[in-house]
């Protein structure tokens, strides 16, 4: 072999290897660029259904909370009602009481014990009574007043405990429970 020859043999080595390993290069370039390219839309794809579901989970909440407020202001609404409602009638059974358009009484326990006592033997009633049961006494306007106001607090007292059960019983998933 002459100096040319190897020369030149070693020039199309040197070309061919060249040639193959930028063809390679080129080749394993477009292999990664597939590649990346599939594993960028699988990406896209699973954050696009991941959103999807993140919002339709936070629509489904939200409409949960919708409801859930709903509920709570019909209920506030009702107890509101109930409250003033029994407040008017307290405040009625007041102004009857001071009008002396109603009176109060309570049972009286022992009549013999505050009358002189007849030895367990009840008085005789009056001509145009009829009721032989146990002797009653009335109360004097403001005491009766101020027993109506008493017993009115303790039942808004009442009335504030039940809405507040209601609302807790709402917002912790609870059925209500009807009374």
């Known amino acids: 072999m002459s100096g040319l020859d190897w020369r030149l043999a070693a020039l199309a080595l040197l070309l061919g290897l060249a040639v193959g390993g930028r063809g390679a290069w080129l080749w394993q370039a477009n292999t990664y660029t597939a590649q990346l390219a599939t594993q960028a839309a699988d990406f896209d794809k699973a954050r696009d259904s991941a959103s999807q579901a993140a919002l339709a989970a936070l629509q489904a909440v939200q409409a949960e909370r919708g409801a859930l407020e709903q509920h709570l202001q ?106």
């Open 74 to 179: 019909a209920q506030s609404t009702t107890h509101y009602k109930e409250l003033k409602d029994a407040q008017h009638a307290r405040q009625r059974l007041a102004d009857r009481l001071a009008t002396a358009d109603l009176r109060l009484s309570v049972l009286v326990a022992n009549p013999a014990a505050g009358a002189g006592g007849h030895g367990g033997v009840p008085a005789a009633t009056a001509a145009g009574c009829l009721v032989h049961g146990a002797a009653r006494v009335e109360l004097d306007s403001a005491h009766a007043q101020r027993i109506i106001a008493i017993t009115g607090d303790g039942d808004d007292g009442l009335r504030a405990l039940a809405a507040c059960q209601g609302f807790i019983n709402a917002l912790s998933g609870k059925s209500v429970r009807s009374e």
